[in-house]
């Protein structure tokens, strides 16, 4: 080391006086643009909310800081604050930060106190929306896999288990944020107990407790609040939280404050989340909203002092495989969580954006629009090509011994595919093999050849067998997508949850049914590490399901669109990001890949493809493609030249709906028996030829919903499927803001018939129009029949 001399030793004091000096201005200079640090209040104040006293209306921009590499998130802020608004709202997906049990990870891009302070530096205030559970087209609605270790366990209800670890996991996010509440000097002035209860169920003791375990974290001196549908809101609805309302574009505004003005006179408004767009799930349409119905129910709540959070207002991505899925029925989630929002996956300024921003400049009290920050760079790749392969059955595990079938978490899985292998018995004719159930998309093999494939999106159970012999090796390869994250179906195990079998008949007849036992099982995780340590050989022409690599050079760096057309199904890693699922049927074709994950310089890129693709290459392309879909027609319910005939039935009701926005109940003269039922929609009050349909329920003898989970949609005379994702299962799918709409051009009658499943007995219908004012194409003459076998066609 050199000696330091008097001179040096002035020189650095110096130096040290100038930077402190330099970094006081700075840092008054930003305090300048932040929000105060001081100790503050927000409260429900007499039809507004109070910020230290005054009134103040939220108007909240929605990010979730899982969906955005780390680096980018002061940009994606300074991209609401463009747009005007003042704070941001955010849930805590408990999942991302509890991947092991008891294992939390808040670092990196799960640092939540570093984005909440972030967003306080760039003048933002902070809802914080922790869960447990959030719904958010997130695995499993932001629930860890691993609850499902307790086989019988309680989801989102008084269990006992699941507390203990809801409790454990919102004391540590006490522990990370709780001292950024507005009554400490932070940006957070609210706190969400879970999340639209009323679309699960009705129990106030269970919110309860959420409330209770929520304050005891740390959150004690916050104003918490609850969100709900203005349809339920009033089931769970505690005293002491603040009531909001989740509604989406187009939607009805007066009609969706009606109640709460009713039960609670002097409360503030707001709508927790105003849908700007909607989610794009595997096999259906893009999904777009307009940008100017956006911006009127935006400007009216505004002009009426109504608070909003403007979900999304950056969607983001939800990379690896953190993408959620829908329920009933089973439809997994695309990778892109665009949204249709006003800043798109990229970051970038959409047409909302400006539209939205324009607007909003009106409401800024005098003040000017913050500056737009500018876009990050794009740069294109040209087309990569794959030299290495690592061939999936050359590349399993150890495998496990199990003499029953089991589903993956009962395997201590919790993501990523199973290999279920077992030899068969001799089988001479062909037969039918029962995969009862595979979640979610299996392909079956014997001796290494595929015989197809099963997918529950279509709720497929079962595939026809060639003629076996004794000691065929039979391979069921199962890929889990994203757990179901709306409903009752969140309980939802990966793998195959039940049983396999053979049904086939002998040379006498006789129908047999071997249950099939003794399987080797191996768990293919979805690791980086994993997937990097496979064994790679030279790619030749075969395309087999497996890893491929490749390594790319870069002069720049800067966020491209990687374009996986012409691959199968899988997910991919670039320098050990998971960066997402892709799937040839679209709508989603590319995946956003982020410049600044990318290096100049050497990469590598990683596909795990479990189907194998047509070509192996990917190219970066300047401009995404997220509404490519890949199938000839999404799928209806009415086969081709298929006609209803309803001679000879008679209805057990007749009648017309009124005309307006809320549910209408139809009761029957007496009740009614059977399985199947048909709606007969005769004409609408738009007196054009269409029909739509937001929900519909039935009610039990005692008057009670009856459980739609096991409702499938038997017929439907048209569904609009090109020109949007209106096709007729929406009318049972739990979301009030999409709907069945017959096609354009199609003539009245139109009739929707649904299989419940089994028997039932029905005492009335409830019928929920479309939300947007004055319910759109509504119905208006009806009729309606029930049988208790199946329709004549
Ligand atoms: C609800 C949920 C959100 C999200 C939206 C749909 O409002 O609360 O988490 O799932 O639906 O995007």
Redesign the pocket.
């Known amino acids: 080391m050199q000696p330091i001399n008097d001179n040096t030793k002035m020189k650095s004091v110096k130096k040290r006086f100038i930077t402190t000096i330099l970094s006081l201005c700075l840092l008054l200079m930003s305090a300048h643009n932040m929000v105060a640090q001081e100790k503050g209040t927000f409260t429900a104040g007499n039809k507004t909310f109070l910020l230290n006293g005054e009134p103040f209306i939220v108007k909240a921009a929605e990010l979730h800081y899982p969906r955005i590499p780390s680096a980018y998130w002061e940009h994606r802020l300074k991209m609401c604050k463009a747009l005007g608004m003042n704070t941001v709202c955010l ?1 805590v997906f408990w999942n991302i930060h509890e991947q092991k049990e008891d294992e939390f990870d808040f670092t990196g891009n799960n640092d939540l106190a570093a984005f909440i302070e972030l967003a306080q530096k760039n003048g933002l205030y902070v809802i914080v929306r922790p869960g447990p559970y ?4 997130w695995e499993m609605g932001g629930l860890p896999w691993w609850l499902l270790k307790k086989k019988d366990i309680r989801l989102r209800e008084n269990d006992p288990y699941f507390l203990e670890r809801v409790r454990l996991f919102e004391q540590e996010v006490g522990k990370q944020i709780g001292h950024l509440t507005i009554d400490k000097g932070g940006p957070i002035i609210m706190v969400q107990v879970e ?2 209860y009323g679309s699960y169920g009705e129990d106030k003791e269970y919110i309860s407790a959420v409330r209770d375990i929520v304050r005891e974290s740390g959150f004690d001196k916050v104003t918490l609040f609850q ?1 709900d549908w203005s349809s339920n809101f009033t089931l769970n609805a505690l005293d002491d939280l603040v009531w909001t309302m ?1 509604f989406g574009t187009g939607a009805n505004i007066d009609n969706q404050f009606k109640l709460l003005g009713e039960l609670r006179p002097n409360s503030p408004q707001m709508c927790s ?1 105003f ?1 700007s767009g ?2 794009d799930k595997w096999g259906g349409n893009h999904e777009t909203r307009g940008s100017k119905e956006m911006v009127d129910g935006l400007r009216e709540m505004l002009d009426r002092g109504i608070s909003f959070s403007l ?1 999304m207002t950056h969607g983001g991505t939800s990379w690896g495989r953190w993408a959620g899925a829908n329920s009933p029925g089973f439809a997994p989630d695309v990778t892109s969580y665009d949204y249709d929002a006003p800043i798109n996956e990229a970051g970038q300024a959409t047409e909302k954006f400006w539209e939205l921003r324009k607007m909003m400049a009106n409401y800024m009290d005098g003040k000017k629009m913050p500056k737009v920050p500018s876009e990050l760079p794009i740069i294109e790749i040209p087309a990569i090509r794959f030299t290495e392969v690592a061939p999936l059955f050359e590349n399993l595990p150890t495998a496990k011994q199990s003499v029953d079938i089991k589903s993956m978490e009962e395997f201590d899985q919790g993501w990523g595919s199973i290999l279920y292998r077992t030899l068969t018995p001799e089988v001479t004719t062909k037969s039918v093999l029962n995969v009862l159930n595979a979640h979610d998309y299996a392909q079956v093999f014997v001796n290494g050849t595929l015989i197809g494939t099963i997918d529950r999106r279509n709720n497929e159970k079962s595939l026809l067998l060639p003629p076996l012999k004794k000691g065929d090796q039979l391979d069921i390869l199962v890929e889990a997508m994203g757990r179901i ?2 409903g009752r179906a969140i309980k939802d195990f990966k793998g195959i949850t039940d049983k396999v079998e053979i049904l086939y008949h002998t040379e006498n007849g006789s129908e047999l049914t071997v249950n099939l036992k003794d399987w080797k099982v191996f768990n293919i995780d979805d690791e980086y590490s994993t997937m990097k340590n496979r064994h790679y050989e030279t790619l030749t022409d075969q395309k087999v399901p497996g890893c491929y690599r490749a390594t790319f050079n870069l002069k720049k760096v800067g966020d491209t669109f990687l374009n996986l057309e012409t691959w199968g199904k899988g997910q991919v890693y670039v320098n050990g990001y998971p960066i997402g699922r892709f799937w040839q049927i679209g709508p989603q074709q590319t995946l956003y890949m982020p410049g600044c994950w990318l290096k100049k310089g050497e990469n590598e890129i990683i596909v795990f493809d479990i189907v194998g693709p047509q070509e192996t290459v990917v190219e970066g392309l300047k401009k995404p493609i997220i509404d490519k879909l890949a199938l000839a027609t999404p799928k209806t319910h009415r086969k081709e030249g298929e006609s209803l005939n309803l001679q000879g039935e008679s209805p057990v009701k007749v009648g017309q709906f009124a005309q307006g926005n809320s549910w209408q109940q139809v009761d029957f003269d007496s009740p009614t028996t059977g399985r199947y039922l048909c709606l007969e929609a005769g004409s609408s009050h738009s007196n054009r030829e269409y029909a739509c349909i937001a929900e519909l329920y039935l009610l039990d003898a005692k008057g009670v919903r009856l459980s739609r989970e096991p409702w499938t949609v038997a017929y439907c005379d048209s569904e609009e499927v090109v020109a949007g994702n209106r096709a007729a299962d929406k009318i049972f799918d739990l979301q009030e803001s999409t709907y069945w709409s017959s096609a354009k051009k199609a003539p009245f009658p139109h009739q929707i018939v649904l299989d419940l499943g089994s028997e039932q007995t029905i005492t009335a219908l409830q019928y929920l129009p479309r939300m947007e004012d004055g319910a759109p194409h509504s119905i208006k003459d009806f009729k309606i029949y029930i049988k208790s076998t199946p329709f004549n066609f």
């Not at 959030?134 to 087209?137: I, L």
């Open positions: 849930y959030v719904c958010a087209e999340n639209e969100c989740n989340e849908w909607w989610f979900y994250n709306f």
